[in-house]
């Protein structure tokens, strides 16, 4: 159920219309509400109030900020889908997201739409009386105020408009993305004894029934603790053959059961709908998400239309950053017991090989023939690798590494773009014998560029 309830917080989050939705439904309500309520109020109420115009007055000022605020609404709007859609050919379609979770666009259409229909309803509502002093002066101040608050509004949004279109903030709104995906899925490192899922293996769990999932589509989320929990309800030991991030069909099966009770179809539909997919990948469970916008950027710069390594160059930093944070963290959990210690969920999830890959394989492809950007790299896992602390984290930049250093000695027809690069991938390997946990063994010895 906590699954499910994060998931619709995050549609709704990074959904467009959901804000300003909820707004326009505000002016609605406060535009009926106010006008009677300030209609049935004492005359000492209205008197005690500063805004003494005419009834004649208070609809054409209610006009004009009607003018004034569905006109800016629309050059929002405007501007709003122009954003998205240079954004999207510069940086990716995926870059999107980032646009959409941004508040500051959905607070300010919602508060020109939702200030634009309560002028509306007030000033459908204002009685036409000849009288020298206002009907309505607190509704109509308030219908001023909302169309003041939206206009400086306004400015904060141009101000956020014109932020985000810097490639380094797009980079950072992305990097600041993966790091909470990694906080949020990869422990704290501690002193306590751990269960090693590692030495588990996977294939005592072989065999079994299928369950297949009720959509087609991205992995977005897994309920594992409640599958582990219907598993010990029903006595069964579950198989995980899917993680989060990968695409599934109707016809793939998802869960392998081995039970002892009967497998009925309402428990087969109930542990299908605890693997919730959609259209597309999200960072919520899956850290290859933000890591593969990150890298996607960096591609994009890399490609000969744009030819802008030095963005490429600024990506592999922050890839570097994040993972040798993410180097100081525990692996996901993979296996889920009961209160008497029996397994009851296997579930295969990403760990730092798989991230490490995912972050250099294919900026390494598109920059074979860049010494800049291949030289980057190598500092990025050095970084990285004095940052490790197992022996599998040092493979994984091993074996890069290595492909790296073929790449140079091999392609590369100059000596001067060859020699910097190899004095990095010795210092690289040095560090890769020695870690010291952050402490760089042989950082007086770095080569100048």
């Known amino acids: 159920m906590w699954t499910w309830i994060i998931y619709l917080w995050d549609s709704m989050k990074s959904n467009f219309g959901v804000l300003p939705a909820l707004m326009l439904l505000l002016g609605i309500i ?40 569905s006109a800016v609404s629309g050059v929002v709007f405007s501007v709003s889908m122009l954003v998205i859609a240079q954004a999207s050919s510069q940086f990716g379609p995926r870059i999107v997201r980032i646009f959409a979770n941004r508040q500051i666009t959905q607070w300010t259409l919602g508060a020109f739409l939702g200030s634009t229909l309560y002028c509306l309803l007030v000033l459908w509502q204002i009685p036409m009386e000849n009288s020298t002093r206002s009907l309505m002066p607190g509704t109509v101040l308030l219908g001023l105020i909302s169309g003041l608050a939206s206009l400086l509004l306004l400015i904060r949004y141009i101000y956020a408009v014109a932020e985000l279109m810097q490639v380094q903030t797009i980079i950072r709104e992305v990097s600041s993305d993966l790091d909470h995906s990694i906080q949020r899925l990869f422990p704290e490192s501690d002193s306590k004894p751990k269960r090693n899922s590692r030495d588990w293996d996977a294939e005592r769990l072989d065999g079994g029934e299928p369950v297949y999932v009720n959509s087609q589509g991205y992995v977005q989320a897994i309920a594992y603790n409640d599958l582990a929990h219907f598993a010990a309800r029903h006595n069964y030991c579950l198989r995980l053959s899917t993680k989060p991030g990968e695409f599934v069909t109707t016809h793939e099966p998802v869960i392998w059961v081995m039970h002892k009770s009967e497998l009925t179809d309402e428990s087969r539909n109930e542990m299908a709908g605890m693997i919730l997919t959609g259209k597309q990948r999200t960072p919520r469970q899956d850290v290859e998400c ?34 040798a944070r993410m180097c100081q963290r525990e692996s996901q959990q993979t296996l889920f017991f009961d209160d008497e210690d029996q397994v009851r969920l296997y579930a295969p999830r990403d760990d730092f090989s798989d991230a490490f890959r995912t972050a250099f394989h294919q900026i390494r492809i598109f920059a074979a023939n860049n010494p800049a950007v291949i030289l980057t790299i190598l500092k990025a896992m050095k970084r990285v690798a004095v940052m490790t602390t197992s ?38 390997m040095e560090s890769l014998k020695s870690p010291k946990n952050g402490n760089d063994p042989v950082a007086a010895e770095l080569p100048s560029e």
């Open 391 to 428: 022996e599998s984290q040092r493979e994984a930049i091993r074996s890069e590494a290595e492909i790296l250093n073929s790449i140079i000695t091999e392609t590369w027809g100059y000596a001067k773009d060859r020699e910097p690069a190899l004095e990095w991938y010795e210092l690289l």
């Open 30 to 69: 406060a535009g009926f509400l106010f006008p009677g309520m300030e209609m049935s109020s004492s005359s000492e109420f209205k008197e005690w109030l500063p805004y003494t115009l005419s009834s004649e007055s208070d609809a054409r000022l209610m006009q004009a900020m009607i003018g004034i605020l």
């Open 290 to 323: 933000a890591l593969r916008e990150l890298v996607e950027i960096a591609l994009r710069a890399l490609s000969p239309g744009v030819n802008d390594p030095y963005t490429a160059m600024s990506c592999i930093d922050y890839l570097g950053a994040t993972l």
